[in-house]
């Protein structure tokens, strides 16, 4: 079996959909002939952490973790927070920072830490991941960004020696939504290391094709047979035995972090309307947002006249995330309002995808996500700017709850093409591509 190092910060135990990704390629590999060997942080101060995930390695994948040098315990001392998730504070608009503090911090971030605040991981990845090449007759190369530092370490590796390397992406590096807003010199050096990862990595994963256009937007001059998509999925394994039991109450189900950009605004807005025309009371429903949520979002939902029908769950284990949806009528998803959402998946909508509870999406109209709706006719999907569409989406669910009927009717066979195994094979496929005769 050839041997593949997998470079990659989000690991568990820490949380969220990266994570996900990244431990279910390297769980699926061997099935394709790829052993994973896993170089990552052994001191990683992760957004979210979930220690369950450490039993869904494989007992016999190696993983090595190796120091790093983080700047947020700085961070939350100088700004004065304790213990609060890093992106929920950090990655905030212009319009959102208020404090001297805070537009202190970020005028550091966006100075200092190119390509993000992980970059000094180079230090002790770069010197490990050599030793691990040796050590373990390393094949190719594959590394899992964001952040991006990954892909810096992967780079140097494969110029000292010489290895095939994947680049794999889940979000766009500049000019994204969590891009700091960085001043012309550091702007440029950011675009410089982008557009050099993208130059040598000899393939590129992408989760979305979003990445993919928007990388040959800013760099013409690409390859775009180099860019392969590989979509986010669910895996069945994973998921906990609860059967769906009719609630007493018509129940919706957010899973995953809220803030900045992405709110419930427009999702309350909706329920309001349907109050007004007397279609749905705050006692007919219950609507519970399991994660890691802003400030302002904990406002908005303790403000509103739904709040005696919102439950605010904390972060969780993903096996117990996954539970709250699958006892749910609906799943509600919620992408930012922003330009760039339109060609965004995020891994979560697979999952619910798998789970197979109705979908209420607010997304752009003729988004990747809209697309995919539509292909599965898993749900439905209206823009944050239209609360009026967002609206008949929720009474007609309602309705044909409250009728006994069955919500929606997915297509099973367009759904099962998107478990994680097949991610992973696709992957496999990539290193097998370019292994040398």
């Known amino acids: 079996m050839k041997s593949v190092l997998v470079i990659a910060y989000h690991f568990p135990p820490g949380g969220g959909p ?11 590999l061997r099935e394709a002939g790829w052993n994973p060997i896993v170089l990552t ?13 450490l039993a869904k390695i494989p007992s016999d994948v190696s993983v090595i973790r190796v120091p790093i040098l983080e700047p947020y315990q700085l961070y939350r001392r100088f700004m004065g927070s304790k213990g609060t998730a890093i992106d929920v504070n950090v990655n905030k608009s212009a319009s959102e920072r208020k404090g001297w503090k805070e537009k202190l911090a970020e005028w550091i971030r966006a100075t200092f830490f190119i390509p993000d605040a992980r970059v000094a991981w180079l230090l002790t990845a770069v010197k490990k991941g050599l030793e691990l090449v040796k050590d373990h007759d390393i094949q ?9 530092t990954c892909a810096l370490i992967a780079r140097k590796i494969k110029q000292r020696t010489g290895l095939p390397w994947v680049a794999g992406f889940r979000d766009p590096w500049t000019e994204f939504l969590t891009t700091p807003d960085r001043w012309f010199l550091p702007a440029m050096i950011d675009k410089s290391l982008e557009r050099s990862v993208f130059a ?9 094709v979003g990445i993919i256009d928007d990388a040959i937007r800013k760099y013409p001059k690409l390859d775009r ?29 957010y899973t995953g972090s809220m803030y900045g950009r992405r709110t419930p605004k427009a999702f309350l807005d909706a329920l309001d309307m349907l109050a007004e025309r007397g279609v749905i009371a705050p ?26 029908s919102i439950e605010i769950v904390g972060y969780v284990p993903h096996e117990e995330s996954i539970g709250f949806v699958m006892s749910s009528e609906a799943s509600l ?27 209420i999406a607010l997304a752009p109209r003729n988004s990747a996500i809209e697309a995919l709706l539509i292909e599965t006719k898993a749900g439905l999907s209206a823009s944050q700017s239209d609360v009026n569409g967002i609206a008949e989406i ?31 094979h696709q992957l496999a496929s990539m290193l097998n591509e370019l292994q040398r005769p």
């Not at 190719?140 to 991006?148: L, Q, T, V």
């Not at 609630?247 to 189900?253: A, E, K, L, P, W």
Request: with cysteine; charged share 30%.
């Open 200 to 208: 040598e990595a000899d393939l590129i994963e992408c989760a979305w």
């Open 394 to 424: 929720l009474g007609m669910f309602f309705d044909r709850w409250k009728r006994g009927e069955q919500i929606m009717q997915p297509f099973a066979r367009e759904i099962v093409k998107y478990e994680r195994r097949e991610a992973a």
């Open 333 to 359: 998803l919620i992408v930012d309002d922003a330009k760039e959402s339109a060609e965004i998946v995020p891994g979560k909508v697979y999952e619910y995808l798998g789970i197979g509870r109705p979908i």
């Open 283 to 308: 006692p007919d429903i219950c609507v519970r947002f399991v994660g890691r949520f802003g400030d302002e979002v904990l406002t908005m939902l303790r403000a509103s006249r739904f709040a005696p």
């Open 41 to 53: 942080v052994e001191n990683g101060d992760f957004p979210a952490r979930d220690e369950s995930l």
């Open 18 to 28: 990266g994570v996900q990704r990244v431990l279910k390629h390297v769980t699926y």
């Open 140 to 148: 190719a190369i594959y590394s899992s960004s964001p952040p991006y």
């Open 225 to 253: 047979t180099k860019f392969r998509h590989v979509p986010n999925g669910f895996d069945a394994s994973d998921f906990p035995s609860v059967a769906y039991v009719r609630n007493d109450r018509f129940t919706i189900t």
